[in-house]
């Protein structure tokens, strides 16, 4: 993979974890298993981007600017910084409903705290649907440091007349 960024931009800079974590993410979108039921998304989006080349809008108010995307067929991705997302970004992202979310942090207490929202807001606002965590996942982009990269793989799925999430494989 070849990434080209501006020298006042950010970007993780350690490439030996970084195609990794790219692949991940990747691969929680696009599933390569013929057996996903799953739609393939269509459309992406980027929460936390920054300027984005295709559709800019702010993150605070990007649902607006994509509410013609199919949800069965969309991915958001959410990179926020340290101190995660906020309540009206997260009761936006549960009112659009897209079928796969990826969340990228690099603090995992306020990760946590997000999905954790996402997961109750969307059992107790989205009628017959919620969010359940398929996968977390570490990347250690800073070895020797506290720190870790974070993705966590939300998908959103039927639920039972029980409040159970019926999960397929």
């Given at each position: 993979m070849l990434f080209q960024y501006g020298a006042s931009s950010f970007f993780q800079n350690n490439n030996s974890i970084l195609v990794p974590l790219t692949s991940y993410v990747r691969d929680a979108i696009f599933p390569s298993s013929s057996s996903s039921t799953q739609q393939k998304p269509t459309h992406l989006v980027d929460a936390y981007c920054g300027k984005c080349s295709f559709l800019?809008?702010?993150?605070?108010?990007?649902?607006?600017?994509?509410?013609?995307?199919?949800?069965?067929?969309?991915?958001?991705?959410?990179?926020?910084?340290?101190?995660?997302?906020?309540?009206k970004f997260i009761?936006?992202?549960?009112?659009f409903?897209?079928?796969?979310?990826?969340?990228?942090?690099?603090?995992?207490?306020?990760?946590?705290?997000?999905?954790?929202?996402?997961?109750?807001?969307?059992?107790?606002?989205?009628?017959?649907?919620?969010?359940?965590?398929e996968s977390i996942r570490g990347f250690d982009l800073f070895p020797q440091t506290s720190h870790v990269e974070s993705v966590a793989i939300l998908r959103l799925?039927?639920?039972?007349?029980?409040?159970?999430?019926?999960?397929?494989?």
């Open positions: 800019e809008g702010d993150a605070a108010n990007i649902f607006d600017t994509v509410q013609s995307y199919p949800r069965e067929q969309t991915a958001v991705i959410i990179d926020p910084p340290r101190k995660g997302s906020d309540e009761d936006q992202l549960i009112d409903g897209s079928s796969t979310v990826v969340y990228v942090s690099c603090n995992v207490h306020t990760q946590a705290r997000d999905v954790g929202m996402i997961l109750r807001k969307s059992q107790e606002k989205m009628s017959g649907k919620q969010y359940f965590v799925v039927d639920s039972s007349s029980s409040g159970e999430v019926e999960m397929q494989s």
